[in-house]
């Protein structure tokens, strides 16, 4: 496994072009551009529209979380801490969000 990084979603979007990579994490939250508006651009390029995308955010709202889902990120399976409930969109996504087993 190889892991290049970018410093802002402008870099990102260019390394993405570049290197091909088989899978990017990105913050939603980035310099520059949003991680939402990177997506848009990645997903209009014939070169990266093939390339999942897997948002990171601190935003895990519910309504941040069905905002992303919306916008085309790969989902992932995800835990909630033991004390919270299982995230709002769980019923869109069933086997992906779960309690934590304790």
């Known amino acids: 496994m190889r892991l290049i990084t970018a410093v802002d979603g402008t ?12 899978v990017i994490l990105m913050d ?23 390339i999942p995308v897997i948002a990171l955010s601190a935003n895990a709202m519910p309504r941040d979380i069905e905002r992303g889902l919306e ?3 790969f989902p992932l399976p995800h835990q909630t801490h033991s004390n919270q409930r299982v995230h ?8 992906i969000c779960r309690k934590r087993a304790d």
């Open 28 to 50: 939603i939250n980035l310099p520059g551009i949003s991680g939402f508006k990177a997506l848009k651009i990645l997903r209009g390029d014939a070169a990266t529209a093939h």
């Open 88 to 95: 709002g969109h769980a019923q869109r996504c069933p086997g």
């Open 11 to 22: 870099l990102g979007i260019e390394l993405a072009r570049a290197a091909q990579p088989q």
């Open 71 to 73: 916008a085309g990120f």
